[in-house]
């Protein structure tokens, strides 16, 4: 089967961000870039599904700036065979990421599609759920397991008390969480090799895609700080603080 | 405007991200209805009712909805949604699952995860690990949102009176199957809800050493959390994860037990009222946040805290 995997440029995990002084958004200004993590997931899943057999063709689709070609390329490092940038210089909300996968997937008719479960600037968790609403396909979000049993895809989904498992008739897409397995490393040689890979772009334009949105950010603010705290010398200050400062036990 | 709240409930009851859900929508202002939808859910859609500042419950049951599964539950809630100014889920894994299939089937975008509301179209969100507060205003027609529980205080769970209404739907895609479940027993208090949270992480060595922080926890009527580096090295179940990528908790009280402190940690735990952490390293960066900071062996100072509490 064919499997899409749809990889996000964000800057990296690593990094504490720093609100702007103008209050209208995050200093990105020379900060690392990587690929989401949870979509560095979702490239590791669509590969084992291929060594196992089950998938035959892996697709790594972007949206976003002309940049995230880096983010095409260790995914195809990775393993997948060809990518699409979807360009545009904007920052797109979810809705019109799902609208620019949709048109990806009508012309290149995947089996499956796997989404990291959110990515780690924007914290929404809504684009999988929306690629799903908008194609009609059932969704397994939030998986740590997945098998192919036929025209049926069997997904465990953590869940707030537990685990879940659902079963999806194909095609289908899937939202990866993090126990869902362990990205390996590209290898130089596999570096290598992905310079030559397909890379496709196109534009939401040329999909027919509107970016239009609904929604407006106003202002971005640092968090309130925490006042700073002491240390105490002994557990027995400790218990006499929390019970008689801060009254909490 | 009237503001339609998604409950979420188990085991027959009402759970109590719910009544942080319709405190949100009350802020918002306007009639409060809520959607009780599932299989043999009349218990949960009376208690629903009782709920204080609820105007009316909506009760979809149907065998389709038993597990919320989101292809047959989101096409429900598009139906009804029609009639409201504002469509309300808790930030729950079934919330985040169910409601961008919605707004994207109502052509809108979503807000996730909200911790204010500013007024009617404008509210505010943690974003990049809540590194940063964005102030986002909506233009919908239809304002699709979650909550964030720990934002919002609960309303009471019994004092009103609202009406009770069937709806008859039955949507039933016929995409997804529920196949089973696999739920983590514990007596506990339930980590998002608890008064007090005791988190352990990579420090307690092994799965063996969380007994310290059991016995700690049963003693103080605490919930037991952990970082996920724990989780990862296998000590613990993953439901017990608080972070960006497990559950964000709010307690009085937190305390942070062989934990570093990484951002994806604090961004699960940061709004707790106090915070204690005792790690052997001085550096670590939990000090930067933590009211209480206590340099000592875990493995001699949570016996020792168990005792004297």
Redesign the interface.
């Known amino acids: 089967m064919k499997v899409l995997v749809a990889v996000k440029r964000v ?1 990296d ?1 690593n990094v ?2 720093r ?1 702007k002084a103008d209050n209208s958004g ?1 200093d990105l200004a020379n900060v690392k870039m990587s690929l989401n993590p949870f979509c560095e997931i979702a490239v590791e899943e669509a590969i084992r599904l291929k060594e196992k057999g089950i998938a035959t063709e892996i697709i790594a689709v972007a949206v976003g700036p002309t940049a995230a070609q880096e983010q095409l390329r260790t995914a195809l490092a990775l393993g997948a065979d060809r990518a699409i940038l979807v360009e545009t210089s904007d920052e797109l ?3 019109a990421v ?1 609208k620019a996968l949709k048109a990806i997937v009508d012309k290149e008719q995947p089996q499956l599609v796997i989404l990291g ?2 990515a ?15 194609t009609g ?3 397994g ?2 998986a ?1 397991k997945v098998e192919v049993a036929g025209d049926t895809l ?1 997904v465990t ?13 194909l095609p289908a897409i899937v939202t990866t ?3 869902l397995n362990e990205p390996r490393y590209a290898s130089l040689p596999n570096i290598m090799k992905a310079k030559k890979k397909p890379l496709e772009t196109v534009t939401p334009d040329a999909l027919g895609v509107s970016t239009a ?11 309130a700080a ?1 006042s700073a ?8 200050e ?2 006499e ?2 019970k008689n400062e ?1 009254k ?2 | 405007m009237t503001i339609l709240v998604i409950a979420e409930h ?1 085991n027959g009851a009402v759970a109590p991200a719910t009544l942080n859900t319709v405190a949100a929508a009350a802020k918002v202002g306007g009639d409060v209805h809520v959607l009780v939808s599932g299989q043999g859910v009349g218990g949960v859609a009376e208690a629903a009712a009782k709920i204080a500042g609820v105007a009316k419950v909506l009760v979809a049951d149907n065998a389709a909805y038993a ?1 919320q ?3 047959n539950v ?1 096409p429900l809630i598009v139906e009804l949604a029609k009639g409201y100014s504002h469509v309300l889920a808790p930030a ?3 919330g ?10 109502l ?7 909200i911790i204010s509301v500013e007024s009617a179209d ?1 509210f505010k969100r ?15 027609a239809i304002k699709v949102i979650t909550v964030r529980t720990t934002g919002f205080d609960p309303v009471a769970a019994e004092g009103g009176s609202a009406s009770v209404e069937t709806v008859a739907s039955a949507h039933d ?12 027993k514990s007596d506990r208090p339930e980590l ?1 809800a608890a008064k ?1 949270v005791v988190s352990g992480g990579r420090g307690m060595g092994n799965g063996d050493n969380f007994k310290h922080l059991y016995a700690l926890a049963d003693k ?1 009527g605490a919930a037991v959390g952990a970082s ?1 580096a724990a ?2 090295a296998g000590f613990v ?3 017990m994860q608080v972070g ?2 497990g ?1 964000i908790v709010a307690p ?2 937190y305390i942070a037990v062989g934990i570093s402190g990484a ?2 940690h604090l961004a699960g735990m ?1 709004d707790s ?4 952490a005792i790690n052997k390293d ?1 550096e670590a960066p939990i ?1 930067q ?8 062996d875990l493995f001699e ?1 949570v016996p ?2 168990e005792k ?2």
């Open positions: 800057v995990y504490k961000v609100v995050v909300n979810s809705l799902a479960k959110q780690i600037d924007s914290d929404n968790n809504q684009t999988g759920q929306m690629l799903a609403a908008l396909f059932a969704q979000t939030f740590s069997n989904r953590e869940i707030d008390g537990g685990l879940q498992t659902v079963a999806l008739n969480d993090l126990r949105s609904t929604t407006k950010t106003l202002k971005v603010e640092a968090p925490r705290g002491i240390k105490v010398k002994s557990v027995a400790l218990v603080k929390l801060a909490v036990i | 188990e597990h599964l989101p292809e989101a729950t894994t079934n985040k699952n169910i409601l961008p299939r919605v707004a994207a089937l052509d809108v975008d979503q807000i996730s995860e404008t943690p974003i990049y690990a809540g590194n940063a507060i964005a102030t986002v205003q909506s233009s919908a895609a016929g995409k997804s199957k529920f196949v089973g479940e696999e739920l983590a998002t007090i103080l996920r989780v990862d179940p993953n439901d960006q990528t559950k009085q009280l951002i994806q940061k009222k106090v915070i204690v001085e000090f946040v933590a009211d209480y900071g206590l340099v000592a100072a020792e805290l004297l509490v």
